[in-house]
């Protein structure tokens, strides 16, 4: 049975060789070169910033090193020293079965490539991963556990698979209410959620600058929406990319557990402040989950699956596709 892509091994991995990734961050305007390294098991996924005085510099990818939520998703340590927008390349990290990785970066602000975890995916499928001897945990959901803020709310729900379903609803024509859901196993994430750009609209374009956001936002890194008009030449990747892009940020988001979430997250309009808010609230709610190795997992699920009858190994997103 296949969890996760590259993930069929019950151990964890890291990459083959250091990637770099050179480019500019969306909302500081700053170019920055970024190394991702291998690590060691189980180490995790942490930030060096290297422009930053020594020893300041260490930013562990965890929930708890959230700082900022507004736009992206900014993590900081006890000096003050922040990295942002680190929610595309986590979900290339997680997507492709990385779970130990080093990533130093000489700036304050992850490149925004071209809007989607597209190129982080790539580069990681072409240089490939190894197998490290420990042994890989996930957090198995057993019980729903629930946020809300105003009109937007996330539940995570007891799920055999690793699961993200996303409604939006913009008042805007051509993005509207999108839902999709995308079971995140084999080359789903690949396939079906990395290339999703991120989006904006031209009436807020004026106001975000204004506060000091997206200087580094263009045609070439983000789908831009004029009313019912899409701005970029080449148009959608997918006629859904915008519920899609959405799919991607919780999926990044969610990596901050520190191991991959063994449950259903549907998220109605979220955004990265609610991806926040549900990672508090799991950490807080340990009674409704807990850590489990995928050997006794995947173990658990065989047995489950004789007694079903059944294969779980769906891909949902082109049903739903299909019926849309
Ligand atoms: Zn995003």
Same mark, same amino acid.
């Given at each position: 049975m296949t969890l996760f892509n590259n993930q069929t091994a019950t151990t964890q991995r890291t990459l083959k060789q250091p990637i770099t990734y050179v480019g500019i961050g969306l909302h500081t305007g700053k170019k920055a070169s970024m190394i991702v390294r291998p690590a060691t098991e189980g180490q995790g996924i942490h930030f060096h910033r290297k422009?930053?005085?020594?020893?300041?510099?260490f930013i562990p990818a965890?929930?708890? /090193?959230?700082? &900022?939520?507004?736009?992206s998703t900014v993590l900081g340590n006890e000096h003050g020293v922040t990295v942002s927008t680190v929610e595309h390349l986590l979900a290339a990290l997680r997507g492709c079965g990385v779970d130990n990785a080093f990533i130093e970066i000489d700036g304050p602000e992850v490149p925004i490539m071209d809007g989607s975890a597209g190129p982080f995916v790539s580069l990681i499928e072409h240089i490939g991963t190894v197998s490290q001897d420990l042994t890989r945990h996930a957090i198995w959901i057993h019980q729903p556990i629930e946020v809300r803020t105003k009109d937007k709310f996330a539940i995570m729900m007891p799920s055999d698979m690793q699961r993200i379903t996303v409604s939006i609803d913009f008042? /805007?024509?051509?993005?509207?209410s999108q839902t999709l859901s995308v079971e995140l196993v084999n080359e789903a994430f690949v396939k079906n959620v990395a290339r999703a750009r991120t989006f904006g609209f031209v009436s807020e374009l004026k106001m975000l600058q204004r506060a000091?956001?997206?200087?580094?936002?263009?045609l070439n890194n983000a789908i831009l929406v004029d009313g019912e008009r899409i701005v970029n030449e080449e148009g959608l990747r997918f006629k859904d990319e915008f519920v899609r892009h959405k799919i991607l940020d919780c999926y990044g988001d969610l990596s901050l557990a520190g191991v991959p979430i063994l449950g259903h997250y549907y998220a109605h309009k979220p955004g990265h402040e609610l991806n926040a808010l549900f990672l508090e609230k799991l950490f807080d709610t340990y009674s409704a989950w807990s850590y489990i190795s995928i050997d006794e997992y995947q173990q658990l699920m065989g047995q489950q699956q004789k007694v079903e009858?059944?294969?779980? /190994?769906? &891909?949902f997103a082109d049903e739903l596709e299909a019926k849309s």
């Open positions: 422009d930053v005085p020594a020893g300041t510099g965890r929930w708890y /090193n959230i700082v &900022e939520t507004r736009m008042d /805007n024509p051509v993005v509207g000091g956001l997206i200087q580094g936002g263009s009858g059944q294969d779980q /190994n769906v &891909e």
